[in-house]
């Protein structure tokens, strides 16, 4: 069964009703686990939305209750740490870590950092995503990571993807709005897709150009469980 996340980002702005109400639709429509960001306001102090990340960035102050949120509604949870000490507050609650294209591409030349070596020590399960195929990394027959191929452009295009190599990853990372491609990433044995989700395309909401809204989402989840059963 392909393990499909749904992205919620930063397009919840701290909003604790929208979030329980999106982590609702996503249990609802299928996805198995929900996905959310952690900065530090240093990561983010040159961004012109820089209050809304901070709202949205999952925090020692905040953990706590997305995560009571998670285990009322049934959804797994987790987060994208971006500096170190994330790491340590996410660890008593998530199961699996998430590392951006930024730091996995530090991984592609075979240099860890501080971040990266605190989320191996966990041993839980990790998704990276990077652009060029990591079969030359030495890490790319670590136990515990999964490599998802990512365009790291928001949105990029059609004519910016290349599943030549799709087969030396283990899965994709989305950031292109056509439907099409998260479902062709499950035709090539993607055994990990992650799509980012929003309750309203209409609005503005930070990662808003590169998500799905409840309908598409719903399509996507369909045509890849049909696809499972078709190869079953």
Same mark, same amino acid.
């Given at each position: 069964?392909?393990?499909?996340?749904?992205?919620?980002?930063?397009?919840?702005?701290?909003?604790? +009703?929208?979030?329980?109400?999106?982590?609702?639709?996503?249990?609802?429509?299928?996805?198995?686990?929900? %996905?959310?960001?952690?900065?530090?306001?240093?990561?983010?102090?040159?961004?012109?939305?820089?209050?809304?990340?901070?709202?949205?960035? #999952?925090?020692?102050?905040?953990?706590?209750?997305?995560?009571? #949120?998670?285990?009322?509604?049934?959804?797994?949870?987790?987060?994208?740490?971006? *500096? !170190?000490?994330?790491?340590?507050?996410?660890?008593?609650?998530?199961?699996?870590?998430?590392?951006?294209?930024? @730091?996995?591409?530090?991984?592609?030349?075979?240099? !860890?950092?501080?971040?990266?070596?605190? #989320?191996?020590?966990?041993? &839980?399960?990790?998704?990276?995503?990077?652009?060029?195929?990591? %079969? %030359?990394?030495? *890490? *790319?027959?670590?136990?515990?990571? $999964?490599?998802?191929?990512?365009?790291?452009?928001?949105?990029? !295009?059609? @004519?910016?993807?290349?599943?030549? &190599?799709? $087969?030396?990853?283990?899965?994709?990372?989305?950031?292109?709005?056509?439907?099409?491609?998260?479902?062709?990433?499950?035709?090539?044995?993607?055994?990990?897709?992650?799509?980012? #989700?929003?309750?309203?395309?209409?609005? +503005?909401?930070?990662?808003?150009?590169?998500?799905? @809204?409840? $309908?598409? !989402?719903?399509?996507?989840?369909?045509?890849?469980?049909?696809?499972?059963?078709?190869?079953?």
């Amino acid at each position: 069964m392909v393990f499909v996340i749904a992205e919620i980002g930063v397009n919840w702005n701290g909003n604790f +009703e929208l979030v329980k109400e999106m982590m609702a639709k996503t249990k609802e429509i299928g996805f198995n686990a929900v %996905k959310f960001q952690s900065f530090d306001e240093e990561i983010v102090k040159e961004h012109p939305n820089k209050k809304n990340l901070l709202k949205s960035s #999952i925090s020692e102050k905040n953990v706590e209750e997305i995560n009571n #949120i998670a285990n009322h509604i049934g959804i797994e949870w987790f987060s994208t740490p971006m *500096y !170190s000490d994330a790491v340590d507050f996410l660890e008593l609650y998530v199961n699996k870590f998430k590392i951006r294209e930024t @730091d996995g591409r530090k991984l592609l030349e075979n240099s !860890s950092t501080e971040l990266t070596e605190k #989320i191996f020590r966990t041993k &839980k399960e990790v998704f990276v995503s990077c652009q060029s195929s990591p %079969k %030359k990394s030495n *890490y *790319y027959n670590h136990p515990n990571i $999964k490599w998802l191929y990512c365009v790291p452009k928001y949105p990029c !295009s059609l @004519d910016d993807l290349n599943f030549k &190599k799709f $087969k030396e990853f283990n899965g994709y990372s989305n950031h292109c709005n056509e439907i099409i491609v998260p479902i062709m990433s499950a035709i090539l044995g993607a055994q990990v897709i992650e799509v980012h #989700i929003t309750s309203d395309r209409q609005k +503005e909401f930070i990662d808003n150009p590169v998500s799905f @809204d409840y $309908k598409e !989402s719903f399509e996507i989840i369909k045509q890849i469980r049909n696809i499972e059963r078709i190869e079953k």
